[in-house]
């Protein structure tokens, strides 16, 4: 699993500041998420394959989250692409884009797939045999989600010198024997799966939370997640600032972190009133060690 950030700062972008968005490789699937102003450029500045991409996850309908993908949206149409372009997003996104292409006049050949949510409760979006997605409600001034990607369980791997001691094992067992089964001899005697295999990795996930006021009911939701994306747009000097724009704190998102017992805490989405990123990695490791500060073409492996 492979997180690379395109842009991490809030509200307007500037000469080295550039909105939320972000690129996630996770077993073998590519997904982009979030789409802010630039975020065409920092993917060729990052090396970021736009033809890999065929699901785009936006989690609300600020500018500073979405004002890139209309952008794309046309970009792919002038590169050829073919495939589906699926977008997962607030309902209206639909709306709002397809209004933009047809004053635009903006034609392609592939087929743009909207999938809009509306749901306040966590709900499974999308799933493949290899990754599933889930929402993670938020609490914003408009209607907003995270996203949960997981990995699904890999099989499990075949321990080699084991089997070849066995020789009425053949090639086309494996696939059974991945699978968990055990194997029976022509004797009778059952060979357990256990000696015949070794344990896959525990599958990944990352959990990404966009913009939200401190909210720890989302906790059970991003439990035990590898890495977790936090907004931090403020430090506890401005905590007053929260309830009014919907934000956290550093601190909120170590609590967050520390509660749901993650591996490592990324934060992002920086207010423009601090010049010491450095701040916010003090202040959120106050109450959880592992912490991370987002920065444009930083990748994170989980």
Known sequence: MKLTILGCHSATPRVNSHPTSQYLEINNRHFLIDCGEGTQRQMRKYKVGFSKINHIFISHLHGDHFFGLIGLIATYGILNRERDLHIFGPKGIKKVTLLQLKISETYFKYNLIFHELSSKESELIFEDD????????????????????????????????????????????????????????????????????????????????????????????????????????????????????????????????????????????????????EDFKKEAETVFKNVQLAEAGITFEG
């Open 130 to 277: 290899k990754v599933s997605v889930k929402t993670i409600p938020l609490n914003h001034r408009v209607y907003t989600n995270g996203y949960l990607f997981t990995e699904k369980p890999k099989p499990r791997k075949l321990h080699i010198d084991n089997i070849k001691q066995y020789p009425e094992i053949e090639t086309c067992d494996y696939h059974n024997i991945k699978a968990g089964k055990d194997f029976i001899l022509s004797t009778g005697e059952i060979i357990e799966n256990s000696e015949l295999t070794i344990n896959p990795e525990p599958p990944k996930s990352y959990a990404f939370c966009s913009d939200t006021i401190f909210k720890p009911d989302i906790i059970d939701i991003i439990k035990n997640v590898d890495l977790l994306y936090h907004e931090a747009t403020f430090l506890k000097d401005n905590e007053h600032l929260c309830k009014k724009t919907k934000h956290s704190t550093a601190e909120q998102a170590g609590i967050i972190a520390n509660k749901a017992d993650v591996k490592t805490l990324i934060i992002g989405h920086y207010s423009s009133r601090y010049s010491n990123l």
